[in-house]
T-cell receptor, first 114, second 116 residues
Framework: EAGVVQSPRYKIIEKKQPVAFWCNPI?????LYWYRQNLGQGPELLIR????????DSQLPKDRFSAERLKGVDSTLKIQPAELGDSAVYLC????????????FGPGTRLTVT | AQSVTQLDSQVPVFEEAPVELRCNYS??????LFWYVQYPNQGLQLLLK??????LVKGINGFEAEFNKSQTSFHLRKPSVHISDTAEYFC??????????????FGKGTLLTVNP
């Protein structure tokens, strides 16, 4: 069974440019999470989806970040415009059930903003 | 709210030596406890978890952890480490009931480096 797939794995952009990350969860997992992991820190939740509904986006900086999960499967996280402080690893995770199942993590996208 | 403190940011050890990675948590409600491992350029993988029952939990790759409610600790141990155990280890907590009980709160991580 394939795990959580993320692309790209690495991205380098200049500040003020837009960037998007893509996530394909484990087949059948209805709950999807986006986390941000700053250097030397643990992951922090940005947004959680149950199917296509964002049920917790309280930690998402909505002025520049947006996310979507059309059809309740793949998800895209976008930053526009990117700032230097957005440099981090963006992790996607998925789980079965209504958010209390074990979370399986993808390899992440390492974003560097110059 | 919950919080997690990993007391050591880096732990260097020699191969075949025992290791303990320390984790303390703070919470006003009952929690579930987790240890994740992150190998270089990879995502997090669950090592073990404490949900209920026996306070000694065994996980993958020969790791175990003990839940100590009175000391609010969940230390990770391995009796003999291998070079391949070199990785970042994260302790995490989650409420076991109530609103937002899906939300994992992570510590800052402990980098375990196993030297030959």
């Amino acid at each position: 069974e394939a795990g959580v797939v993320q692309s790209p794995r690495y991205k380098i952009i200049e500040k003020k440019q837009p960037v998007a990350f893509w996530c394909n969860p484990i087949s059948g997992h209805n709950t999807l999470y986006w986390y941000r992991q700053n250097l030397g820190q643990g992951p922090e939740l940005l947004i959680r989806y149950e199917n296509e509904e964002a049920v917790d986006d309280s930690q998402l900086p909505k002025d520049r970040f947006s996310a979507e999960r059309l059809k309740g499967v793949d998800s895209t996280l976008k930053i526009q415009p990117a700032e230097l402080g957005d440099s981090a690893v963006y992790l996607c995770a998925s789980s079965l059930g209504q958010g209390v199942g074990e979370q399986y993590f993808g390899p992440g996208t390492r974003l560097t903003v110059t | 709210a919950q919080s997690v403190t990993q007391l050591d940011s880096q732990v260097p050890v020699f191969e075949e030596a025992p290791v303990e990675l320390r984790c303390n948590y703070s919470s006003s409600v009952s929690v579930y406890l987790f240890w994740y491992v992150q190998y270089p350029n990879q995502g997090l993988q669950l090592l073990l978890k404490y949900l209920s029952g026996s306070t000694l939990v065994k996980g993958i790759n020969g790791f175990e952890a003990e839940f100590n409610k009175s000391q609010t600790s969940f230390h990770l141990r391995k009796p003999s480490v291998h070079i391949s155990d070199t990785a970042e280890y994260f302790c995490a907590v989650r409420k076991n009931s109530g609103g937002s009980n899906y939300k994992l709160t992570f510590g800052k991580g402990t980098l375990l480096t196993v030297n030959p």
